[in-house]
Structure formats: structure tokens, C-alpha cells
């Protein structure tokens, strides 16, 4: 049986109850923090990465934050928002950004859900996968700019082939 044929009988699916049965099938540590909010950790292969999912119902929007804590050197600052525009362009879904202020890389991405779509297990799995799936690839060009003071291109090498796998 397939994630979504468990939803298939209710007439209204709430996003978020979708993702806390994925978090919960995933044996992933999770906080429900209001009912259109989550808060979970993934375990990746470079380290544990806190995600949140959050459903906006006046814009249709679910909306999904992928963070890891990043203190990079003041000094690599420049070259770390040059790697992190590279590494945007060679993704096709969601965008990296540094919260300096937070200390934090950031993965978002924005799910549409107009007209009253419903999003399926299926598709939020692949969501949170592939968020997951972004930092793991990249993180090691975000480490090797930042405290290996590899340039902005070479660190890029390391992330150059696509990750394969699942979170």
C-alpha cells in the first residue's frame, strides 16, 4: 500500500497530519508545534538537520525551512555567499540562503497548493528528501570555503555529482 492510500478516505488532509505520519513512519524526532506547523530532525550522513513545515492557508502555500548551524569565519563570508549562488544554480527546487544573524544555512522551498490541491504522501516525502538530500550534498563545499579556505569553485567539486538516496 502506498503512503497516500492511507489519506484517501478522508474528505479534508491536512498537510501538516501528512507530515507528522511521515515523521512518525520515518521514526523521526518531531514536535507538532500548532496545527499548521512541525518541527522535526532528519539524521543525515554529515549531520542531524532541523526542518520545519509550515501551511499557510491564506496563500495555499506549504512551506518547508531546512537548516543546519554554520559559523563561518567573517573574513570567508564573501566566498561563502559565492559558493552558496553556485550551488543555487545547479538546483532546480528550493534555494540556499545564510541567516547571519542566526547562524544558520538555510534550505526553503515553497510548495503552491492553489484552487485546494492536495499534496500527497508521496510528494512530501520527496519534498523533505530532497531538502535533506541538498544540504548533504552541499555542505561540504560550505565547510571547505569556510575553514578550509578552498575557493568558491574548487570547494564545488566536492559537489559537483548529484546525491542518491533517501532521507
Known sequence: MSLSEDYLSGAEIHPIDIVETLAEHNEWEFDRLTDDQIAMAVEGQWRTYSLTLAWSPQDETLRLICTFEMEPPTHRMGELYEV????????????FTYWAEQKLMVWRYGLLLSG????????????????????ERFYPAFQMVAWAEHTPADAMNVAIAEAYGRA
Open 84 to 95: 552558496l549562488n553556485r550551488c543555487n544554480d545547479m538546483v532546480w527546487t528550493g534555494a
Open 116 to 135: 485546494g490541491q492536495i499534496a500527497g504522501a508521496e510528494q512530501i516525502d520527496r519534498l523533505i528528501g530532497n531538502a535533506v538530500m541538498a544540504a
